[in-house]
């Protein structure tokens, strides 16, 4: 049998471990802590090194190209680089999505004496940084020679099972050190459920779903995250059971699916198959509806909860296509949720019921959807999503500005496929400068800002005409310009304003006709104008904080 066994340094068997586990791009911020390992990127020919405005972008782009891509990659400098990431790398934690933080820090001998190095807090601590993000990540590695095959292997593995993300230190002296590393293969698979185990669990739901009157399907996030959509739309197909997505589970399954149900449905079911719950404020209506543990089973990735019980290590992966095999299939009546476009004033501003229905008719199969916390995703919510779009928010970390980066990232990631991005005025004020990258970069997204004045979310739930609700208004239309888009026209296809519904129409002809060019798109709302279901959850906020 051939070895496996090779010689390489550290820097580069990293690269190589990235490389296989689906990492082709790196988001990164210089620092001199870091800049050895950003030369062997680049020189490797093997990983597109990209380098961002700020770490909070950057750890939002990485965050948006995993959930496209599968998992994605950040790096910066020690200290003052990586703090200004945790912001980005605890939203990846909080929603679930792998991303690989790498950190370059100083050498082993300056870390070892506790010299007074600059980007430290003075104290001889080089320790600090890595012991914050262990809070946010599964794990967490400083490489040495001795460990650094071991420890790679390990790190990365854990990444991609567990769908969260991990944190690695490399020294600059780690850098080029070499090292006897075997190359067999990473085992990314996940451990298969307990044989027993799984098929007592399997009779148990065969037998619920048999005995009830009106079963359902309730798919949600955990379905997204650990990769489950085919083995779900099996399971419904193969059932025909009816089901019904949470906000967080959008886009699971194609919105042209003939079996979507709603909110009263759920609650008058007698049993429910809740597939990757995550039953977060945001995701519920702040708890406005509730699956009673006597009628639920709750299928996620490495248990399942069949009513009081439960069956430890049977995750979903491998149990739903034991599931769609077993249980016999229903006819279920369909609906027809085809929803026509309100009359309204097309000479008036943009109206939010109104604009949300019109995005449903415009986007197509296939597209990367984004769409900023606040208005833009509650709205969102509201769209039809064809079949294979991909839904990106962050409904339960909901840091503002995140969609920005993200969107990069996904356009990064998902090149040959359409990204349109939903985001408010302030939220870009936050990481706007993430559009210059995607300008140079020559990426082609298409980004409606929705200007309504302000931070709309925060008035419906406090302080309706308070100052800090206000933001400065940008010539937000110019945004491509500014931006670098004037040193790069061939690089820009649309950028303007819509006043009016019927300016917004006219608008949306000429992005389509500029397809393979970047848009940016001002559309103009009333202040106080917002979705019907951000205006139930913002009383429902707002009387949580009250309690």
């Known amino acids: 049998m051939a070895s496996n066994m090779q010689t390489m340094t550290v820097s580069k068997y990293l690269i190589l471990r990235l490389k296989e586990i689906g990492i082709d791009d790196l988001f990164s911020v210089p620092g001199d802590f870091n800049l050895v390992f950003l030369d062997r990127v680049q020189d490797s020919g093997l990983i597109n090194l990209i380098g961002d405005c700020n770490e ?162 309730v798919a949600d996030a955990c379905a997204i995250r650990h ?11 193969k059932t025909g059971l009816p089901y019904y ?28 198959l809740s597939v990757g719950g995550l039953k977060s404020d ?52 369909s609906i027809n949720l085809h929803v026509e476009l309100p009359k309204i004033d097309m000479k008036a501003m943009v109206p939010q019921a109104w604009f949300w229905n019109r995005m449903g008719k415009f986007f197509k199969p296939n597209d990367i959807v984004l769409a900023e916390t606040g208005t833009s995703v509650f709205g969102c919510l509201n769209s039809h999503m064809p079949e294979g779009a991909t839904f990106i928010s962050q409904i339960l970390w909901g840091s503002i500005g995140y969609t920005v980066g993200g969107c990069l990232g996904a356009a990064v990631a998902g090149q040959e496929r359409r990204v349109i991005l939903f985001v408010g005025d302030g939220s870009f004020q936050l990481t706007c400068q993430e559009v210059s990258v995607m300008i140079r970069l020559g990426l082609r997204p298409i980004i409606f800002l929705l200007n309504n004045n ?14 800090y609700n206000d933001i400065d208004n940008w010539d937000f239309s110019k945004t491509l310009d500014y931006f670098g888009g004037a040193a790069g026209q061939d690089k820009i296809g649309f950028q303007g304003r819509a006043n009016t519904a019927g300016e917004f129409e006219q608008v949306l002809k000429k992005v389509e006709s500029h397809a393979d060019k970047i848009n940016f798109v001002e559309v103009m709302m009333d202040w106080l104008d917002a979705p019907e279901n951000l205006v139930k959850q913002a009383e429902a906020s707002a009387a949580l904080n009250r309690s």
């Not at 040495?144 to 095959?149: D, G, Q, T």
């Not at 949470?246 to 007698?270: F, L, N």
């Not at 302000?454 to 100052?467: A, N, P, Q």
């Open 56 to 217: 909070l972008n950057a750890s939002y782009a990485a965050d948006g190209y995993a959930r496209v891509k599968g998992v994605g990659a950040i790096i910066t400098t020690f200290g003052v680089g990586e703090l200004s990431a945790v912001n980005g790398i605890a939203g990846s934690y909080s929603e679930m999505v792998p991303v690989v933080k790498i950190t370059g820090t100083p050498n082993t001998k300056s870390q070892a004496s506790g010299a007074l190095l600059h980007h430290t807090l003075g104290n001889g601590d080089f320790r600090a940084f890595q012991k914050m993000f262990s809070h946010i990540t599964v794990t967490n590695t400083t490489l040495l020679p001795h460990n650094a095959a071991a420890e790679i292997d390990r790190v990365l593995t854990e990444c991609v099972q567990k769908v969260r993300p991990v944190y690695i230190s490399l020294p600059t002296d780690v850098v080029d050190a070499e090292i006897t590393v075997d190359m067999k293969p990473l085992n990314l698979a996940l451990p298969a459920n307990p044989e027993k185990t799984e098929a007592a669990c399997v009779r148990e739901i065969v037998n619920a779903v048999a005995k009830a009157k009106k079963p359902i399907i």
């Open 282 to 333: 945001f995701n519920t209506g702040s708890f406005s509806y509730r699956m009673d543990a006597e009628k639920t089973v709750e299928i996620h990735s490495d248990y399942t909860d069949v009513f009081y019980g439960t069956y430890k290590a049977v995750g979903m992966k491998y149990l739903l296509p034991k599931l769609a095999a077993a249980i016999p299939k229903r006819e279920v009546q």
């Open 454 to 467: 302000g931070y709309t979310i925060e008035r419906l739930i406090h302080g309706v005409k308070r100052t």
């Open 227 to 237: 990769h489950c959509e085919k083995e779900l739309l099996e399971l419904i197909e």
């Open 245 to 272: 997505t949470t906000p967080m589970g959008k886009a699971v399954i194609g919105e042209d699916h003939p079996h979507p149900r709603v909110k009263e449905e759920v609650e008058g079911a007698d049993l429910i």
